[in-house]
């Protein structure tokens, strides 16, 4: 497709201008043609050429790329506007040529300042950026202009390039002209500085963009602050030059802007090839995926291409609203600041949603960039996740389920305590008072009998008492595991080590643990020593016991597995896995 259907004529344009332009500048570059800076050394010409090159190459960089906005125009408009000093030194050239190039160069820091807040996609983003820079373009125009119509170059002391010719002079007003050259002085060090605000933030804010943004923001800011410097050394001394020879702070000033606006040119290329090198990557998207990626693959792909670290893939579950993530978990799409989301279709359906930084909504969209193959790969994805979605349901059911019965168990021993325990507690003080008065009045067989009964209703209020608590002691729920397990080594054969234990779990994560090393207990023999070792393992309690294990693991096994964990058991040895999240 070509530049003409693209409707980028004038982008075209303008940078073929920039390049003829650039064609006519290199014969002048000689001392003896024309007096600018540009002309003082081999070097400066040399840098004089290579600024204008590389802008020029990077304005048709911009003007190929698609959409590439005023980009191209911004950087010829500004090689020219660099180029324009040695049509102005130009002795024996036209007048008219010379006149209209002495209102080139002031334009160059506004236009620099549109570059920055525009770069490297070519568009300003918000309308007020626009009001700003056509008011400041409008400004410029406006002081520059004024000038050239009162500004008599004959009467100006300080002139050394251009000291004869203004075919646009109406009327020589020197103390007007003098208010506006430092007017356009002044303003050209407050344009530097709101440049260099500007390149810090975009910088800053770009997000996945940065380093694209920092190439040609930061560039841009350099050679604005270098004109700045010339212009403040212009407020300090004007004369621009000894004799006919420009001074060597000038001639410093000026090989410094050359590199950042080399930089600049550069900058835009190397970004502009990111761009299309990213673009790239992603219609080869299922290449890069694979033949059969696991889950997540999409998501570091795209993350890795369009180098935004928190970029997420979600996908919505068939037949729901319902969005998890690559590993199933349910997600809510919020759009927080600094995120874009781009949906994935299926038709009509959404079936994924990618979620990333904002600084790539410049970018074409990425549903249209992303191939058939890729598609299928997130179809794939998507099945997966909705398995694996399913099993973190039935993980969640398992796990309410335990909750409930622990809840159940802890409502029944509330229920035994306040009930049949009172009484059983109550007949056991009556019986022992009973079984004082029948010894006091020496009823012995009477006093043998109630303490027999008095025996009898203890053991039946004991084996109450851990048929309400069941495995799990009270102690567990009230002070916590680590108490529990050391009144459990007190009572058996069991040794504990508790060093590297956290000290806050969930309750359920602690009752899991103790029905762990409670079921070794069970299982341990007689002669045979336990040990029990708990520590955390990143997410997850880990409960190592030798000397013994259960016979029959499955209702362990269950109990473990209703919070996602799992145990493995050999001869005399188990390890129990607890997710503590």
Not at 29 to 41: K, P, Y
Not at 324 to 349: F, K, N
Not at 541 to 558: C, F, I, Q, S
Request: hydrophobic share 55%; aromatic share 2%; proline share 6%.
């Amino acid at each position: 497709m070509t530049l003409m259907r693209r409707r980028e004529w004038a982008p075209a344009a303008a940078v073929v201008g920039g390049w003829v332009l650039l064609a006519l500048t290199v014969p002048l570059l000689d001392a003896n043609r024309s007096i600018a800076v540009a002309t003082a050394n081999p070097t400066t010409v040399a840098l004089t050429v290579a600024a204008a090159i590389t802008l020029l190459a990077g304005a048709l960089a911009a003007a190929l790329r698609p959409a590439s906005g005023p980009l191209a125009t911004l950087l010829t408009v500004v090689a020219v506007a660099w180029l324009a000093p040695v049509w102005v030194g130009w002795g024996e050239g036209p007048t008219v040529v010379r006149t209209i190039a002495t209102l080139l160069p002031p334009l160059a820091a506004p236009l620099l300042f549109h570059v920055t807040l525009a770069g490297p996609r070519g568009r300003l983003g918000t309308r007020g950026e626009r009001i700003l820079v056509t008011s400041l373009m409008g400004a410029f125009a406006a002081v520059v202009l004024t000038l050239v119509l009162v500004r008599d170059p004959f009467l100006d002391r300080h002139c050394w390039s251009n000291c004869t010719a203004n075919d646009l002079l109406v009327a020589p007003v020197p103390r007007l002209a003098a208010v506006l050259t430092t007017t356009l002085l002044w303003a050209t060090i407050a344009v530097a500085v709101a440049t260099a605000v500007a390149a810090l933030v975009r910088v800053r804010d770009a997000g996945a963009d940065r380093k694209p943004v920092a190439a040609v923001c930061i560039p841009a800011a350099t050679a604005v602050a270098a004109e700045s410097a010339r212009a403040a050394l212009l407020l300090a001394n004007p004369a621009e030059s000894v004799g006919a020879t420009p001074t060597e702070a000038h001639v410093w000033l000026f090989a410094a802007r050359a590199i950042a606006l080399a930089a600049l040119g550069a900058g835009v290329i190397w970004a502009i090839a990111t761009e299309r090198a990213r673009r790239h990557r992603i219609a080869r998207l299922a290449d890069e995926l694979g033949a059969s990626p696991e889950a997540g693959t999409l998501q570091r792909t795209l993350a890795a291409i369009l180098g935004d670290p928190r970029l997420e893939v979600l996908y919505r579950l068939p037949g729901t609203t319902r969005m998890v993530d690559a590993s199933g978990v349910d997600r809510s799409i919020a759009r927080a600041p600094g995120r874009a989301i781009a949906e994935i279709r299926r038709g009509e359906d959404v079936v994924a949603v990618i979620v990333h930084d904002d600084a790539l909504r410049g970018l074409p969209a990425l549903p249209e960039q992303i191939g058939a193959a890729a598609r299928l790969a997130i179809d794939n994805e998507r099945l997966h996740v909705g398995v694996l979605a399913h099993l973190h349901e039935l993980r969640a059911s398992r796990a309410r389920v335990v909750d409930s019965a622990d809840a159940a168990r802890r409502v029944i021993e509330r229920n035994i305590h306040d009930g049949a325990q009172q009484s059983l507690v109550a007949l056991l003080y009556e019986l022992s008072l009973a079984r004082i008065a029948a010894t006091n009045t020496g009823a012995g067989a009477r006093a043998d009998a109630l303490a027999e009964a008095q025996a009898a209703t203890g053991r039946i209020l004991d084996r109450l008492r851990t048929l309400a608590h069941g495995p799990i002691p009270a102690i567990l729920d009230d002070v916590g595991l680590e108490a529990a397990l050391r009144r459990l080594s007190e009572e058996a054969a069991l040794d504990v080590d508790l060093s590297e234990l956290p000290q806050a779990l969930p309750s359920a994560v602690q009752r899991t643990a103790y029905l762990v090393v409670v079921s070794a207990v069970d299982a341990q023999a007689d002669s045979e020593p336990l040990m029990a070792e708990l520590h955390l393992d990143g997410a997850a309690l880990v409960v190592h016991v030798t000397g013994a294990a259960p016979t029959d693991p499955e209702p362990l096994r269950d109990r473990v597995g209703a919070l996602g964990g799992t145990v493995e058991t050999a001869p005399g040895r188990m390890t129990a896995v607890i997710p503590c999240e």
